[in-house]
């Protein structure tokens, strides 16, 4: 006789990821411009990302769980694929400081666009380039902020 556990693995992540991204966002918009004349200030990242992840984390919480089959339960190359987007995310973080935003964005996008199922490359790349021009109008332009140009500018 197999006992079911009270929540399941998924849900209790789903409640530690509400839990974090309320935190965050919690802590982020404390944050206080030290110059005071700032129109986004340093909270307003922070809040932001902790309200969509508390609003993503809440749908993966209360959400019906799918039935899953056994062959894709005992595949334990499926779960490592899920990390590949973290693994990018981490890199794109990482080459920010010396690829600069618009060569990080851009190469950020295309690989994860062409991971996550774009048909080609050259439709991942036409994505890449209007999302990396859709950003830096909207943080440069819309937004007046300076967007990190990268040590590899000054190499050259």
Do not use: C, K
Not at 56 to 62: D, E, F, H, N, R
Not at 68 to 82: I, V
Not at 109 to 125: E, H, K
Request: hydrophobic share 55%; glycine share 12%.
């Amino acid at each position: 006789m197999s006992t079911r556990p009270l929540i399941s693995a998924d849900r209790a992540a789903a409640l530690i990821l509400v839990v974090g991204f309320a935190a965050y966002g919690v802590h982020g918009h404390s944050l206080e411009s030290s110059l005071g004349v700032d129109f986004v200030g340093p909270g307003f990242f922070p809040t932001v990302v902790g309200v969509l992840g508390v609003v993503l984390a809440g749908i993966l919480l209360v959400r019906r769980e799918p039935a899953r089959e056994g062959a894709e339960r005992a595949n334990p190359s499926l779960e490592l694929r899920a990390l590949v987007p973290i693994g990018l995310m981490l890199a794109y973080v990482l080459s920010l400081d010396f690829l600069g935003f618009p060569i990080a964005t851009l190469a950020f996008l295309v690989i994860a666009v062409r991971y996550l199922g774009a048909p080609s490359w050259l439709g991942a790349a036409v994505f890449g380039i209007a999302g990396t021009a859709a950003a830096i109008l909207l943080f440069h332009y819309g937004l007046s902020l300076r967007l990190p140009q990268g040590d590899l500018i000054r190499l050259w």
